[in-house]
């Protein structure tokens, strides 16, 4: 076990190098010099200088990257051409707000889909199966950013029950479970969890519908063990590869929720990147983005490690 | 070679048997959710492609006194938008946008991912490897991230666009070809040809992509729903297309502040968006399972 | 004496099997295989799973290259006197999948037809030598030409894979368990063909197969492989009646036999197949011997002359006087 988590984190250390390069690589591929595209119009000359010196922009390129990521580990993401403030602040007061909504939605996703899923694998062929077929297929078709404007046509604009944007009179900053924050959680939760509710219920319903027909189940069907104990057993088996999904889709929906929180103005890093591209704010992009792929990679590690740890039938490296 | 043969009762006996494709589409037409679903995305291609003898209007022509117009009104069956112009004959005309922004990129990826995932599955070795590595460098991102990192940098515009989903599309096409070209590769008709002399590439051409560019194009037509509304929603962020062009998701951008006023006629463009991509990710589904069974 | 078709000289071939540095592990899947093979003569391979017959076959079809040995066509070294293509058209094999050794997008003519257009034949004589070789193993061209894999029996298949290997006319086929995925009566029809070609052609092969029964009707001289290393080889008469090694013995012993007064009563083989990871010291059969003794388990027995054109690596073979 501990030689098969050294060999994956050894396996993740390029990946985790390719991000950064390819996070390296945007503010270059950016059309205009790089030097400018980090900076506000206006900036001092020693200012320019400044940022010359640190990131060295005349430098051969593998030169550069080494400064660049020097910093970033360091903590240093370079400071948000729109605020003045480090990137790194702005990316972390945000994360939070992301990482509930994405928590909420994965968990409302992944209860649905779940109950979907496992309905329609135990009621293979009948008329529950086709319907939740149609749902989940309809859940990946939809665009997701459209649904979320429709949810507010219907519960802000018409019925005016629940606000359309914003995550509470706190700002960006000031979360409490409390309902006047929470009201304005529900309509961007639901929406995000409408992607993982589609995947995670096809996934659960294949899994479901394949373990039940194994012939073992079968025999312990025909012995009339019946649902308790076949329940009790397909949780088991389904379960590792379950959490697996889920835990996949929260990590993308972290990395993708740009779409949905720029709907409803939720102050989240989605809404962080959609501001920093309007502003053509080149530092926070860069950071934003750098932030988010690193944590997905280690949240696949994570996810794999556990994996395996629940199944050691998947322990072959 | 495909002369008419006889069997003993003087019957003229079968000499000639349906090609692979045939029978899948045969079987594919059994299927009438796929049919019905192929139907509705053929008519959102055609209405793109003859949108100009379709539209009954100019989709750019706008007049600010009947700005948001609603849904029925005289002359403007759709509604107008917020600078007065027909919804009908946008929406018409940017499928044409909607479509090429979601379809493009697949195709280039379909080309570019399958000759790196054949290569790198026939290979094996360390160019297996490497090319692999690359690819899940790629693979680390969450593809909406990666769209709008690799946009957010170039900037707007069409091209730039459809670089991004390029980009964006090649890594998960690339690695079904490499899977399945993989999994070809150690059957025993591959080693007889091997036996037989050719040359890798000739091998390839013959036996390989014959039986492996099925599979990888059933997946990229999945991927088609998805492109176009990663497109739309680049465009809905402001990258991608840009105004006064008309795309759907740029649509429910410049709409998206008229929801307090004309709600259902904002909504509109994400309607067609969800028609089009639900009717090709059915065609896709309906395809993939006439392509399964083992005739 | 006429000079051996083809000759296999020390063939060596080890795979890595995982592990690090250390603890590194290897299949030692072909472990120093030596044999001739005379013009128009049948030499069947016998031997469990794991043995290595089918990693030797490939190496006898150089589709996997040996570590270390060579394999020589009419004297001729592969590689140095001859070049690869040549070889090709001169050894060709038979694979025991019937269903995957065949493109399941090609029809049989086409399939038959590549081997020869690869060596510059023309399409249109190609097309017309695959049909007539379709015919010649007994399938009507018109009939089976245009059909696919799946549309063929088992039989069928091996047929049209054996009209394939023809289509090169080579003069020697490996033929890597042929016969071993068909029921009984097609075996049978196909074991006829193979020996009806056999004379027309003057074809020799190389006949591997983990059925006794099978191998005695067909081979004129028989090697028993065991983890890698040839246990024995000689005619089929003096090696099924008269085995000088301990593990051909239990083979033929554990043969099912139809005669109830010939029933096997006692298992003779103890345990299943070592790993040729880690094979046993000494002679690698002595763990499961009924007969090892001393030497068994130290040292390598050699490989010494029991008849004629009989060899057998055995220790008891040394002993004077001792009846094996």
Redesign the interface.
């Not at chain 2, 680390?140 to 991230?145: G, H, K, Q």
């Not at chain 2, 809905?236 to 990258?239: A, D, E, I, R, T």
């Given at each position: 076990m501990l030689i098969f988590l050294t060999r994956r984190i050894i396996y993740t250390l390029p990946i985790m190098l390719g991000v950064a390069i390819v996070c390296f690589a945007l503010v270059h591929i950016s059309p205009g010099d790089p030097l400018v595209s980090i900076l506000p119009p206006d900036a001092s000359v020693e200012l320019q200088n400044q940022m010359m010196a640190i990131y060295g922009f005349d430098r051969p390129y593998p030169e550069q990257f080494l400064r660049w990521l020097g910093r970033a580990v360091q903590g240093d993401l370079g400071n948000s051409i729109a605020s003045g403030r480090p990137v790194t602040s702005e990316v972390f007061n945000a994360v939070g707000n992301t990482l509930i909504l994405a928590a909420c939605a994965t968990i409302i996703g992944f209860t649905l889909g779940g109950l979907f899923g496992f309905v329609a694998g135990f009621f293979r062929d009948s008329w529950i199966d086709k319907l939740a077929s149609v749902i989940s297929v309809i859940g990946v078709s939809v665009p997701h950013y459209w649904l979320g404007m429709v949810l507010v046509i219907i519960f802000s604009v018409e019925l005016a029950w629940l606000p359309a944007t914003g995550a509470g009179p706190g700002g960006s900053s000031a979360w409490e479970w409390d309902w006047i924050y929470i009201r304005h959680l529900i309509l961007p939760a639901v929406t995000m969890s409408v992607i993982p509710m589609g995947i995670v219920a096809r996934t659960v319903r294949a899994l479901v519908a394949d373990i039940l027909q194994q012939e073992y189940v079968t025999g312990l069907r025909a012995k009339g063990l019946l649902d308790r104990g076949v329940l009790k057993h397909i949780i088991k088996n389904a379960a590792p590869t379950a959490l697996a999904v889920m835990g996949l889709q929260m990590g993308y929906l972290m990395g993708g929720s740009i779409l949905v929180e720029t709907v409803f103005s939720w102050p989240g890093t989605g809404y962080l990147l959609g501001q920093a591209i309007f502003q053509r704010d080149l530092p926070l992009l860069q950071g934003t983005i750098l932030v988010l792929a690193m944590f997905f990679v280690v949240l696949n590690l994570l996810v794999d490690v556990a994996q395996t740890a629940l199944d050691p039938r998947l322990q072959r490296g | 070679?495909?002369?008419?043969?006889t069997d003993i009762n003087g019957l003229p006996?079968r000499?000639?048997?349906p090609s692979?494709w045939a029978s899948v589409g045969k079987r594919f037409l059994k299927d009438k959710v796929a049919v019905g679903a192929g139907c509705v995305a053929l008519t959102m291609v055609l209405m793109a492609v003859f949108a100009p003898w379709v539209a009954p209007a100019d989709p750019l022509d706008g007049s600010m006194m009947d700005r948001l117009s609603p849904i029925g009104s005289e002359g403007y069956i759709l509604g107008a938008d917020e600078l007065g112009r027909d919804m009908l004959s946008r929406l018409i005309y940017g499928g044409r946008l909607s479509l090429f922004m979601g379809v493009t990129p697949v195709l280039v990826a379909f080309f570019v991912g399958s000759a790196i995932g054949v290569t790198a599955g026939f290979a094996g070795g360390w160019v297996n490897t490497i090319t692999m590595?690359?690819l899940?460098?790629?693979y680390?991102?969450?593809?909406?991230?990666l769209a709008?990192?690799?946009s957010?940098?170039?900037?707007a515009g069409i091209v730039n666009g459809l670089l991004s989903l390029t980009v964006v599309f090649i890594p998960p096409i690339a690695r079904v070809a490499e899977s399945v070209t993989t999994s070809v590769r150690k059957?025993?008709?591959i080693?007889?040809?091997?036996?037989?002399?050719?040359s890798g590439l000739?091998i390839v051409k013959?036996?390989v992509l014959?039986?492996v560019l099925g599979p990888i194009f059933v997946y990229a037509t999945s991927l088609i729903?998805v492109s176009m509304?990663l497109a739309?929603?680049l465009s809905?962020?402001?990258?991608g297309v840009s105004p006064p062009n008309a795309e759907w998701g740029l649509m429910?951008n410049t709409l998206?502040n008229a929801?307090?006023v004309q709600?259902?006629l904002?909504?509109l463009?994400?309607v067609a968006?969800?028609i089009t991509?639900?009717s090709f990710?059915?065609l896709s589904?309906g395809l993939r399972s006439a392509m399964d069974v083992?005739? | 004496m006429t000079p051996p078709i083809l000759t296999a000289a020390g063939l060596v071939k080890h795979f890595r099997a995982g592990g690090m540095g250390a603890k590194r592990k290897v299949v030692r899947a072909v472990d120093g295989v030596t044999f001739d093979l005379a013009p128009g003569e049948t030499l069947g391979v016998v031997g469990e799973s794991g043995c290595g017959k089918s990693t030797m076959a490939r190496l006898v079809v150089q589709l996997l290259s040996p570590d270390t040995g060579t394999v020589k066509f009419q004297g001729r070294s592969v590689g140095a006197d001859m070049s690869l293509t040549e070889f090709r058209r001169q050894v060709q094999m038979v694979f025991q999948d019937s269903y995957a050794s065949l493109n399941p997008r090609m029809t049989m003519i086409d399939a038959i037809a590549f081997g020869p257009m690869v060596h510059g034949v023309s399409k249109r004589d190609a097309e017309r030598k695959a049909g007539d070789l379709l015919e010649r193993v007994g399938l009507e061209p018109n009939r089976f030409g245009a059909r696919y894999p799946h549309e063929l029996s088992g039989g069928q298949r091996q047929r049209v894979n054996i009209a394939r290997a023809l289509a090169f006319d080579p003069q020697v086929l490996v033929l890597d368990e042929a016969v071993s995925a068909l029921d009984k009566s097609v075996e049978a029809q196909v074991l006829n063909l193979l020996m009806d070609l056999r004379r027309e052609r003057g074809l020799s092969y190389v006949f591997i197969s983990h059925d006794l029964n099978v191998v005695r009707h067909i081979a004129d001289r028989v090697m028993v492989m065991y983890l890698g290393e040839i246990a024995e080889i000689g005619p089929t008469r003096s090696l099924y009646t008269a085995p000088r090694h301990p593990y051909t013995k239990a083979l033929l012993a554990a043969m099912p036999s139809l005669d109830p007064d010939n029933r096997t009563e006692v298992a003779p083989l103890a345990g299943d197949p070592p790993n040729p990871i880690d094979p046993p010291p000494g002679c690698r059969f002595h763990t499961r011997c009924a007969l090892a003794f001393g030497p068994c388990s130290l040292t390598k027995p050699a490989t010494l002359v029991v008849g004629a054109g009989h060899l057998a690596a055995c220790h008891l073979n040394a002993r004077k006087g001792e009846a094996a």
């Open positions: - | 070679m495909a002369v008419a043969a006996t000499d000639k048997s692979y590595r690359v899940d460098v790629f680390a991102f969450p593809s909406v991230l709008i990192a690799i957010g940098a170039l900037g059957l025993e008709y080693e007889a040809a091997r036996a037989s002399g050719a000739r013959a036996h014959g039986n729903s509304i739309a929603g809905f962020l402001g990258l429910l998206r929801i307090y709600p259902w904002a909504a463009p994400g968006i969800f991509s639900i990710n059915m589904d083992k005739a | -």
